[in-house]
């Protein structure tokens, strides 16, 4: 599962085989704890995160949308910026 970003201490990721793994996500981790975001939306649809993390995830999947979405759809993975 290649790391796309970290940033305040949450590493996001994504598998790259989406035929086999959909709706399009990407999955964050922050400690212990993990939780999976709709690309389309931001929003959780497995897991969690404290609330903190978790706008910080949506934030930043709504930020880079159409990178993600790329990724998702050519299976060619990009290191992107984290949040500032």
């Known amino acids: 599962m290649p790391t796309i970003s970290i940033f305040y201490g949450i590493r996001i990721v994504m598998y790259l085989r989406n035929k086999e793994h959909n709706p399009p996500h990407v999955h964050a981790l922050y400690g212990n704890e993990s939780a999976t975001f709709y690309i389309s939306n931001g929003e ?23 990178d993600l979405m790329e990724m998702w759809e050519t299976g060619i993975y990009k290191k992107l910026k984290g949040l500032e």
């Open 44 to 66: 959780i649809y497995e897991g969690d995160l404290p609330n903190r993390a978790k706008k910080m995830v949506q934030e930043f999947v709504l930020k880079y949308q159409e």
